[in-house]
Each structure stands twice: as structure tokens, then as C-alpha cells.
Nanobody, 119 residues
Framework: VQLVESGGGSVQAGGFLRLSCAAS????????IGWFRQAPGQEREFVGR????????YYTDSVKGRFTISRDNAKNTVYLQMNALKPEDTAVYYC?????????????WGQGTQVTVSS
């Protein structure tokens, strides 16, 4: 499986972006997908995850109520809708196959997409 993230960009605080995580090789329809982010000088951190069917979703506290994960298995794609963005959301965002809350529970990481939120 190879994952490709897209949809990043620069927005002002309060704005929104929708990130996509698409499988360029293989299928992800049977797998859970997690979203992580890494700010400059910081460790990569968990943002949220979704199970294979899209029925179970979990988010880190700092994004609850603002970010929403969805998936379209027919398109082999998982989305991260990010609303009410804050400067502290600035990071490179990654998706990966797996489950749980820690990095080691995931594999097949994408290359990441940059999100920059200005105040």
C-alpha cells in the first residue's frame, strides 16, 4: 500500500481545509486509517483515526468538534475535514494504515502535506 496526502495549504485562523489520503497502490478499504501531524521541532502526534467501515472515529482532544474524519472506500480515500483552524494546527499532516493512538501501531505512511494557519 502507498498513501498520498493532499489538500494542504495556507489559511487564516478560523478557516478550513480538507485533506485527502488516497491509496496510489493497493486498497485501504479493509484497513483503519490514522491521521497524525508534526509541527517543527515537535514529535509526531495523533490527530484522529477511523476504522475500516467509517463507523468508529476517535480524535485527540485538541481537535474534537473542529476536525472530522470520513472515508469513501469506493474511492479508496480517507478525508480529514478541518474547520475553525488555529495557528497551533500548523504542521505537516500524515496518514497511515493501522489503529490505536501510537505511531508504532501504524505503517505505510504517506509523505505528508503541509498545513499553515496564520493569525
Amino acid at each position: 500500500v502507498q498513501l498520498v496526502e493532499s489538500g494542504g495549504g495556507s489559511v487564516q485562523a478560523g478557516g478550513f481545509l480538507r485533506l485527502s489520503c488516497a491509496a496510489s497502490v493497493g486498497t485501504i478499504s479493509s484497513y483503519g486509517i490514522g491521521w497524525f501531524r508534526q509541527a517543527p521541532g515537535q514529535e509526531r502526534e495523533f490527530v484522529g483515526r477511523v476504522n475500516w467501515s467509517g463507523t468508529l472515529k476517535y480524535y485527540t482532544d485538541s481537535v474534537k468538534g473542529r476536525f472530522t474524519i470520513s472515508r469513501d472506500n469506493a474511492k479508496n480515500t480517507v478525508y480529514l475535514q478541518m474547520n475553525a483552524l488555529k495557528p497551533e494546527d500548523t504542521a505537516v499532516y500524515y496518514c497511515a494504515v493501522g489503529g490505536g493512538y501510537s505511531l508504532r501501531e501504524y505503517a505505510y505512511w504517506g509523505q505528508g502535506t503541509q498545513v499553515t494557519v496564520s493569525s
